[in-house]
């Protein structure tokens, strides 16, 4: 790697916490941020191994803050240190690696996502499990480590390795081979094999029972526990949510008609039922025709009052819709956080969903 | 939190634990081949179900075929 070095060294900012950078454990988490010239603990390791790889690198300055005291005042810190960090004019930025430790991992992850906006390369490393690896995969190359310490030389030499490539300036296409963690990012290219032989030898590589490796991942869903069941209907609010597109005719919030990124919250106030001349569906992945004739057939609001007179449920006077086409699992997550939030608020203790 | 749709092995994927069965994708609570009446009761019949789904105690992901 010998092309790796330059008439003149590059300059490494150094992220630490307080137990890395020298101040001390748990009781000293609250330390503010301040600044050591040269490296610093993991530093050193982390200066040398670059060197062993030929890249002439020099660890200008280490940043350290304490967990609790990042944690608890995340803005006023990276306020602080961006640009203290920008002034060593670092040709890259890195960050712990931390582990398995929570606030580390989140602080080291927001020091990285707010350098990289400002073209300065930044990478960290942790554990799967650290919950900053949920908050900054995506905008940020984050190194996978074991979970704990012991593990410190051979995380720092893939930071190295991953380092050198991000010093070049070189793409990074696929975080994986790079020790990363995926971003969950796609890209397209061009790849040499067709995707049918791609797809039979992933299959005979299957039946083999040789490794292999998707190239489309199925999103992680996660599980929750069945609710009580309700005792009795009478005087329950409950609500109508639907994923079929069913919105005021012109669809005045412009929910897409897929990859929707909104949802829409309209009344249901003195309606007896939908009409086709009232609502229509707003959904481009089935033929609308039925729907639009009828939206009562995706969301049935006729039977709704129906029921409501026989069996003395409240039906909320709200309801929600969202286009489910090709929508993102972030996103129909977020909708349901929101939704959520806003039902229990309103006393909703039941939700019926529909979908096509 | 009842679940009427129209292909229950993606509401079973995505982790909803009451699963009403519903008519068809682009009709999932109607029948445009049914006279008005029959398809309002086929929808009161889905409705009803849901109903008595979120009645129901249940262990785990349940379909109220």
Known sequence: ??????????????????????????????CEP???????GPGRLLEKLFREE????????????????????????LRELIPLIRGYHPDLVVAGPAFNAGRYGMACGAICSSLEPLG?????AMYKENPGLDQYRKTVLIVETANTVSDMEAAVRKMVRLGIKRLRGEEIEFPKAEGCFEQGIRKNYF????????????????INEEPFETEYPIPFFDRVEPRPALTDLKGVTIALITSGGIVPTGNPDHIESSSASKYGKYSLEGLETLEAKTHQSAHGGYDNTYANEDPNRVLPIDMMRKLEKELGFKPHPWYYATVGNGTSVDNARKFAKEIAVEL?????????LTST | MAHVCSIITISQTV???????AVAIPHPLGNPKLPLAEEKELRRNLLKKALDALQTPIEEQTVFS
């Open chain 2, 15 to 21: 982790g909803a634990n009451r699963i009403v069965p």
């Open chain 1, 34 to 40: 301040f600044t050591i010239q040269g490296p610093q």
């Open chain 1, 120 to 124: 300065i390369p930044a990478i960290t």
């Open chain 1, 1 to 30: 790697m010998a092309e790796a070095s330059q008439s003149r060294k590059y300059r490494i900012v150094h992220y630490l916490n307080q137990f890395f950078g020298g101040v001390g454990g748990e009781e000293k988490a609250d």
């Open chain 1, 344 to 352: 229990i608020r309103d006393g909703v203790q039941a939700v019926i």
């Open chain 1, 191 to 206: 790849h040499e094999e067709p995707a049918y032989r791609r797809a039979i030898d992933m299959l005979l590589r299957k």
């Open chain 1, 54 to 77: 030929n890249a002439d690198v020099e660890i200008v300055a280490t940043v350290v803050c304490g967990d609790s005291y990042f944690a608890d005042h995340q803005e006023n810190v």
